[in-house]
């Protein structure tokens, strides 16, 4: 069975985002640091180099 995304609604997402600004152990990312993370975030398709032996 392929596993399928399910998007928040729009109201959803503001209830979301509203809730995590509120924890104070948790605070959102600058631009700055989405920048810095952003390039780990993505993965290649397929299998890893060198898992095909």
Partial sequence: ???KLIRPSAKED???TKAAKSD???RPFTNKEWERIKPTLVKGR?????SST
Avoid: D, Q
């Fill in 46 to 50: 397929g299998r890893p180099l060198g």
């Fill in 14 to 16: 503001v209830a979301i």
């Fill in 1 to 3: 069975m392929k596993m």
């Fill in 24 to 26: 104070p152990n948790s």
